[in-house]
């Protein structure tokens, strides 16, 4: 699933997926959902898969289409519009690309994030200054309020660990991620120190693989894993580029990258050894 637009919420794919059962259940095709709407085919597709805004009057019309009783339809109107509200993350629309903000939003709803990351350490375990140095390697050009932008809104996505419900995070990270100087030796001394704080919580899993496991799945490149307690969505894998993102939902996608984070999970060392390889590193630094 290639995004092509400004990214849909979470809630706008599930109702989207809905619609299809709702159009399925009724033994209507795509030509007669469009012909109740007066558009083409394309459009109910797309909406469907949520790459286009669900307009309240096409959904209401598409309802009585499918011949939904009007206490049901009345409950999916409401979704609808809690759906069509942007997220918190739409204030930080000046320095959030349009194609990493469905990815904000599938970290909010996720039940469980699986990520890979061979590079640096991973956004929801980084601290302010650790990021602050990344943020000023990759946007060479940014002045400090737009640094200071940026950093916020990743410290705002770390917020979801803390809430009552949080999901589980279970990351596996390469060495040299650890060994990678990011910034003066104090902001790696504290970053190793914030991992170390992580393990420690019921939550997070975190796994390093040693220089010394060798070849692994996984040295292709970074990529995480959504999974949803949401019964309509599917497993999602994202995976990132210089300009761009990629969303991945087809089983045989998602079920490979599964495999692969399984994999490494055995050459990583076991997680209980993590706080330890941590502690040395550090005082490297």
């Known amino acids: 699933m290639a995004e092509s637009r400004s990214a849909p919420t979470v809630g706008q794919m599930v109702l989207g997926l809905r619609l299809r059962d709702l159009r399925e259940k009724a033994g209507c095709s795509f030509t007669d959902a469009a012909h109740a709407l007066s558009v083409n085919t394309t459009t109910v597709r797309r909406m469907e898969k949520a790459e286009v805004g669900l307009k309240p009057p096409y959904v209401e019309k598409l309802l009585r289409t499918y011949g939904v009783p009007a206490q049901e339809a009345d409950a999916f109107m409401t979704l609808v519009d809690e759906a069509n509200r942007p997220g918190w993350w739409h204030n930080f629309r000046d320095v ?125 490149g970074p990529f995480q894993l959504f999974r949803f307690d949401i019964p309509e969505l599917p497993d999602i894998v994202y995976s990132e580029s210089l300009t761009g993102a990629v969303y991945h939902d087809e089983r045989p996608d998602t079920a490979a990258y599964l495999e692969v984070l399984d994999r490494m999970g055995t050459q990583a060392a076991p997680a209980q050894h993590t706080e330890a390889l941590l502690g040395e590193i550090r005082k490297e630094f």
């Open 96 to 220: 959030l690309p349009h194609w990493f903000s469905l990815y904000v939003s599938l970290e909010g709803e996720a039940s469980l994030i699986r990520a890979y990351e061979p590079h640096c350490v991973p956004g929801l375990l980084q601290t302010a200054d650790y990021a602050r140095a990344l943020l000023r390697t990759g946007f060479p050009g940014a002045d400090k309020r737009e640094l200071d932008r940026r950093v916020a809104l990743r410290m705002e996505r770390q917020s979801l660990l803390e809430r009552p419900n949080p999901p589980k995070l279970w990351a596996v990270l390469d060495e040299q991620v650890l060994r990678r100087h990011i910034g003066e030796p104090a902001i790696m001394r504290g970053q190793l120190d914030r991992l170390a704080e992580v393990c420690a919580l019921p939550h997070v899993t975190l796994q390093i693989i040693p220089f010394t496991a060798g070849a692994h799945p996984g040295m292709f």
